[in-house]
């Protein structure tokens, strides 16, 4: 019996940047999931690193790590959040991969003598690249970094059209993602940036098959024709995808328009129709909570908030385990350092706190202060890696009498290296790629909190990170009452820690908004909303002298 063809779905984008092609491509695999088809996503990123991790989180946003390891680009987390498929380093390749790899086989002899080039060399390796991607699949949605018109991205195009004149007819669509922006002194919308950005994927040797163009407000019909006249696309194959409130609409919004209708038509799908009842609930959470919440987010890197993005939608996802929106407000730990700065008057009020990720010394002294006033507050905590390092030094320092504790990442030469180097993380030079990286088994302490919200005492959660908890120190921990309640099962690495004396108090090594999704928010998150609405209802009913939240 013939193997199934598997069809692909090639999203582009033009105009501008940031247009939203990683949730427009998350929103046409949920759709497409959602008509009962096996459909993965795949991220093509044009830049010369081999990957983000080691690239500022303010200029590129976070680093989204999968189960097997790989540090990928944040769009695969909204791929994991809008499809059951697991992503792994197979589903996200960028120019300096591909470069890397070709230039390998070329010092291997691997090419026989020949001249290596852009074509076919660097080609036939993408495309070799997305056709292992979509194996056992039915749908592949590939998006391409970056803008149409950038040269960075040329290779990547170049492999598209190569790829969808090889697949043939019915097994590839191109989706082309665009701004249609609106002229406030004339009254109109420019559909002229569309065209140009239509013309200029033609050039390269793609016409799109759908366009879907990004507005503030629904279009006329005689705009839609007027695009699909200029950019030589069907009448019914332009879409809109309007601002939504909430993300978790779009594939909704795209559905009413009938865009998975259309996709199924062009790659000769025969299946049933997207049932959405699940997203309408989301939405519905989302959209109508009964209660509200407020969490103070103490981070390095807020000046760019898809620096936290997997983080910012945990929260939201927590919300939705407790019929409740989390509004997060988020706090530059830098300005808890500054001369004359309150802790309570840039704190207080909260329902919760919650100390992110990091590396370096900048604002970990601020992040400390955070982590001092919730505990000493009764305030609900929830430390995340670099929040679980700051937690144990606190403590350290506050509790068990240890002066001038801290990191070894921090202060090399502190007297208390209560976090340290990971033994196998010594003598690393290189930074790509060498941190623990990926999912990793934990063993949870029963009766602690960490137990009950998972509800089981193993776990499996993914890592990034070089220093953890000296193990010199543990003893002098959890006499002060710290409990130790998640360990590696060798016992050798502590994955997560608490304070039962303390209301709510949780920090983990691991990294859980990795894992968290909208129809299944992960347990750290659902418990620690569920403590920030517990703490809001006490407050309200116990008179309190506590500040009010300085906004």
Known sequence: ???????????????????????????????????????????????????????????????????DGAETDLDLGHYERFVSTKMSRLNNITTGQVYSTVIGKERRGEYLGSTVQVIPHITDEIKSRILRCAEGLDVLVVEVGGTVGDIESLPFLEAVRQLRVELGTQNSVSVHLTLVPHIKAAGEFKTKPTQHSVQKLREIGIQCDVLIVRCEQALSDDVLKKMAMFCNVAGDAVFQSIDVDTVYRLPMVLCEQGLDHKLAAILNIWSRASRLSAWEEVVKRVTEPRRKVTVGFVGKYVQLVESYKSLNEALLHGGIANDCRVEIKHIDSEDLEKPGASPAALLGGYDGILVAPGFGARGTEGKIEAVRYAREQRVPFFGICYGLHMATIEFARTVCGLERANSTEIDPTSPHPVIDLMPDQRGIVDKGATMRLGAYPCVLRPGTRAAEAYGTSEISERHRHRWEVNNNYRDALERHGMVLSGLSPDGRLVEMIELPQHPYFVACQFHPEFKSRPSSPHPLFARFIKAAVEYQVRELTTPSSKPALVR
């Open 1 to 67: 019996m013939a193997q199934q063809q598997t069809k692909f779905v090639f999203v582009t984008g033009g105009v501008v940047s940031s247009l939203g092609k990683g949730m427009v491509s998350a929103s046409i695999g949920a759709l497409m999931e959602n008509r009962g088809l096996k459909v993965a996503n795949m991220k093509l990123d044009p830049y010369i690193n081999v990957d983000p991790g080691t690239m500022n989180p303010t200029q590129h946003g976070e680093v989204f790590v999968t189960d």
